[in-house]
T-cell receptor
Framework: DAKTTQPPSMDCAEGRAANLPCNHS???????VYWYRQIHSQGPQYIIH???NNETNEMASLIITEDRKSSTLILPHATLRDTAVYYC???????????????FGTGTRLTIIP | DTAVSQTPKYLVTQMGNDKSIKCEQN?????MYWYKQDSKKFLKIMFS???????INETVPNRFSPKSPDKAHLNLHINSLELGDSAVYFC????????????FGAGTRLSVL
């Protein structure tokens, strides 16, 4: 799985868009970008994933650069409940019958400021 | 209904004891996992099971023995507990059809004294 680099921490004002960057310069053609987050003392929560097109769901948007070497997770209107550690994970998305382990890095600690 | 539930939520025990953590998922998934999050907050895979068959065993000491009686349950038994086993243990599940989208339980905080 390709290695990812994220800033260790970020602040964002409540109500503003939070933009979390992730570098994955060694990503290969069949690897997807996944985002999970972990709110304090809870289990990680899936947010979104994508291959090369931008993706949006009810939680967030994912913007992947054309060369796929970096991506940005966007929380459009951050609330205090979005304070969490956000993990960017890159790996293949094949059906692999149990071998789909997620390798978590250190993530970005996002703090939403009232 | 909680999708992935773990019991107990907290577990405090003495060194040398044997303890079990239980996990159940009601999502109809065929794959379940155990992850360990240590005091430095690193989250690492320990085991995965697919249809009750062990798939991943990430160099975990053999004092840790997972058991999957059916697809909906994956339990973790730990023998001869050591101080270094203190951590938060997370269970997760996924379906082989849904490409690395894993659903996690709330965690079991194990403290070994």
């Amino acid at each position: 799985d390709a290695k990812t680099t994220q800033p260790p921490s970020m602040d964002c004002a409540e109500g503003r868009a939070a933009n979390l960057p992730c570098n994955h310069s060694t990503i290969s053609g069949n690897e997807y970008v996944y985002w999970y987050r972990q709110i304090h003392s809870q289990g990680p929560q899936y947010i979104i994933h994508g291959l090369k097109n931008n993706e949006t769901n009810e939680m967030a948007s994912l913007i992947i650069t054309e060369d796929r070497k970096s991506s940005t997770l966007i929380l459009p209107h951050a609330t205090l409940r979005d304070t969490a550690v956000y993990y960017c994970i890159v790996r293949v998305a094949i059906r692999n019958f149990g071998n789909e382990k997620l390798t978590f890095g250190t993530g970005t600690r996002l703090t939403i400021i009232p | 209904d909680t999708a992935v539930s773990q019991t107990p939520k907290y577990l405090v025990t003495q060194m040398g004891n044997d303890k079990s953590i239980k996990c159940e998922q009601n999502l109809g998934h065929d794959t379940m996992y155990w992850y360990k999050q240590d005091s430095k907050k690193f989250l690492k895979i320990m085991f995965s099971y697919n249809n009750k068959e062990l798939i991943i065993n990430e160099t975990v000491p053999n004092r840790f023995s997972p058991k999957s009686p059916d697809k909906a349950h994956l339990n973790l038994h730990i023998n001869s507990l050591e101080l270094g086993d203190s951590a938060v243990y997370f269970c997760a599940s996924s379906t082989s059809l849904a490409k690395n989208i894993q659903y996690f339980g709330a965690g079991t905080r194990l403290s070994v004294l």
